[in-house]
């Protein structure tokens, strides 16, 4: 039930127990003091009546005594008077039997032998007074209740049900994140007190929602710019190898160049130097931007990609300088297989494996990257759903990783490399990409052998 009703149906009985009690006590005390006025009135008129009777009873006789008490009966008082000569009564007693009220006083107290006089009255007209002032407080109660009531519930509508129910609409909707506008009730009680504390409340929620909003801003923008230092690190490692790809061609065209300046080519063969130049521009052109798409700084939450094309593209960052160390880098693919991630980040994330991979084999070795579709259990931990992933590893043939360093390897910062060789952010920006795209990472470590690292990212966007 609401409150405004509950507070009317309080009021009103409580109202309702007040006017009845006050009433039935006034009733009654009117009922006694009509009792008291008969009583009184049997006394006067008995008194008179038995001294009139024992003087007439002495003088003329009975029977005559007896006449005045026929001729009291005849006038309509409402009294019956009788005599009766047998009782003998010492004092008046008066009392009520069955409907009546009785009175009985001794005609003389001087001589009992004149018995006692009866005076009988109906207690109809109190009964008809007590009943009429009912009725007069049954209407007088419907009426103080009515108004009550209407005034009770206007009131309480206007002082309680207003102001809660704008309270209620407004904790709804800070329960749906809607903060901004003003209680506006004005009063000093309460309500108003809750009102002022709930804009108080609201103004904090929203100054907090800001602060949040900033420090995540800034967090993410932080995130941002270490992913594009690490990104730039990597292109710092390819640097060596990439200068290598560049060499060739560079050299090609240098040489072409100057059999063109130096007139040693002529007509068509001129028309041949001059293509082969451009060609060669174009592939370090190519390779170039290959770089430079790389290096660049892209957010690429919400983006989804083929894995298989950024797989494609991180070989090729990586074939220079893996062409030096000797090692042989293979991809097992399906020919497309979509991940809600960025081309940007899971080249990222795939770069970075592959770093580490050609670190970990300075003599030559194997890299594979294999894509596949899996059903996958998440760790309990993640609070993941199991269901349908796309499973990415990277595995190499190289030195592995020493036991004690495995459950420290996606820290920040933690590097067994020299000085200058790492930074120890490599394998903590894959897990924080990974993880912010919903996936997992996890590391199959053979010491001396290799280790394949899996990256787990689910089939479906997740918010
Ligand atoms: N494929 C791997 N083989 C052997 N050890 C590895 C491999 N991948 C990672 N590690 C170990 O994990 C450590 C942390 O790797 P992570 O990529 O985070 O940093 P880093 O490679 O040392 O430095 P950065 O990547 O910042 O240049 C490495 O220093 C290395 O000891
Ligand atoms: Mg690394």
Sequence with gaps: MRIVPKLTLALTAA????????ATLRIERHAAAYELAMEHNHRVVGHVLAASMAEVARREGATTAEHLIDVANETKTGLALSWDRDRVSTGDVQGIEGPELVSLMPVAKDDPRL????IREPLTARDEEVRSERTHVVYNLLGILAVGAVTTLILSRVL???PVDLLVQRARRIAKGELTGRLDIRSSDELGELA???NLMCEALTEANARVLREAEARVEALEQLRHADRLAT????????AHELGTPLAVVAGRAQMIAGHEVEGEAVVDS???IEREAWRMTAIVRQ???????KRTLGESSDATESANRAIGLFRPMAEKQGVELALEAPADARVPMGTESVQQVLSNLLANAMHAMPSGGRVVIRIKEVRAEPPAELGEKPGPYLRLDVADTGTGIAPTDVPHVFEPFFTT?????????GLSVVYGLVREHHGWVSVDNRPGRGVTFSVFLPKEARS
């Design 160 to 162: 309680v049900g207003r």
């Design 235 to 242: 292109v710092g490692k390819l640097a060596a190898g990439l």
């Design 196 to 198: 002022t504390e709930m």
């Design 417 to 425: 490399k020299e000085p200058g060789d790492g930074t120890g952010l």
């Design 115 to 118: 018995g006692s006089l009866r």
């Design 15 to 22: 109202s309702a127990v007040v006017v009845c009690t006050r």
């Design 291 to 297: 770089l430079l798409d790389f290096a660049r700084q």
């Design 274 to 276: 001059a293509k082969t």
